[in-house]
């Protein structure tokens, strides 16, 4: 798929009046971040800009909300522009594909690799470590054609993306331009520490005992190369806590020695399963991902499995063993 460019992309934006921004469902630090800082640009530019949401914010993202997100399509009738952010599926919108849709002119930020384009103008680049490293180039050359300056809060709500989709820059993906550009973000007013603050050091207890619970789980496949564990509804009723809150898990066991590939089963509704992959070394996931419906990056990839919770850990163990 050939990319718009940043400056074609910039000149839509000044153009229009009011827009509305789509993070993915479940949306995480990386698309909530791009959001608020893209969200804070338009409206420091006399723009009227909202992000609509699908589903509740995790807890440890709240400190993002600026009073602009929301879950009512309503906010904006036939707004002029739908920018899908953090996304490049119609999947991973699907309950607000309708309002999306509604929009005359449509965008797309992503770091997800996607061969067909969501939007009329496409800036997908899945060499980027997180959409915010994207969203920051977006907004420096926004900042070319308009008098925008960066806000702290632009700042942290993009150093929260960098600093979450590299997984505290432990992760393969990250790079220079993820150091580069936090570093850039820092020297504008983004607070590293007030970040790692909200986004770690507030976790609910009952995080730790749902964490307890998944870990009672675990099953091990081809002597440890894979580790497979579940979060059911029942674990979330008896520690008061939200699925987001389960997120951790598969990263903390994909750091187990001799350990390829952790997976890690969340089940949102009855028939309704969603798939977290992570690998170490050598797994590409994407393939895997995408042969199920779903997508991803190769080390961090996911799908939906539409069963009971039992039939799809029956259907992960048949399958998985292809993968190392
Ligand atoms: P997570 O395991 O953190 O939910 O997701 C890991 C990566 O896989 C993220 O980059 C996420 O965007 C991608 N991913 C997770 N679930 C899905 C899905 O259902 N569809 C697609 N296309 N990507 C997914
Ligand atoms: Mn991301």
């Known amino acids: 798929m050939v990319n718009n460019s940043l400056k074609e992309i910039t000149q839509e934006l000044l153009k229009a009046k009011t827009m509305l921004l789509y993070p993915h469902v479940n949306p995480d630090g ?17 723009k009227e800009a909202y992000v609509l949401v699908e589903g509740k914010l995790p807890n440890n993202l ?6 602009y997100i929301t879950e ?27 309002k999306f849709k509604e929009a005359k002119n449509s965008i797309c930020i992503d770091h997800h690799e996607n061969d067909i384009p969501l939007c009329q103008y496409n800036y997908i680049d899945s060499s980027e470590a997180a959409c915010s490293q994207i969203m920051y180039k977006l907004l420096l050359e926004m900042q070319n054609q308009s008098d925008l300056e960066f806000d702290k809060e632009m700042c942290n709500a993009l150093y929260t ?10 992760n393969s993906n990250s790079s220079f331009d993820s150091f580069n550009i936090s570093a850039e973000l820092v020297k504008l007013g983004a607070n590293t520490y007030e970040v790692a603050q ?9 995080k730790i005992e749902l964490e307890a619970k998944i870990l009672e789980t675990l099953k091990s ?7 497979i564990a579940y979060a059911s509804q029942k674990m979330l009723e008896e520690t008061n806590t939200e699925m987001d809150m ?7 066991l994909r750091s187990i020695e001799g350990t390829e590939v952790s997976v890690l089963l969340k089940e949102y509704g009855p028939e309704e399963i969603k798939v977290s992959m992570r690998s170490k070394s050598y797994v ?10 779903g997508g991803g990056h190769t080390r961090a990839s996911g799908y939906t499995i539409e069963k009971s919770l039992k039939d799809a850990i029956l259907e992960i163990e048949r399958e998985i063993v292809e993968l190392v």
């Open 30 to 46: 990386d698309a909530l971040g791009s959001c608020i800082a893209l969200e804070r640009a338009l409206r420091q530019l006399g």
């Open 284 to 293: 590409d996931l994407v393939p895997f991902a995408k042969a199920h419906g």
């Open 221 to 227: 496949v081809k002597d440890g190369k894979i580790l």
């Open 198 to 206: 909200e986004v770690y050091e507030k976790e609910p207890i009952g």
């Open 62 to 67: 709240q400190f993002l909300d600026d009073g």
């Open 72 to 98: 009512d399509q309503n906010i904006l009738e036939n707004p002029d522009i739908s920018i899908a952010v953090d996304c490049s599926q119609d999947s991973r919108i699907k309950g607000r594909l309708d």
């Open 161 to 170: 993306g960098i600093l979450t989709d590299t997984g505290c820059f432990k």
């Open 246 to 252: 389960a997120d951790s898990v598969v990263t903390t």
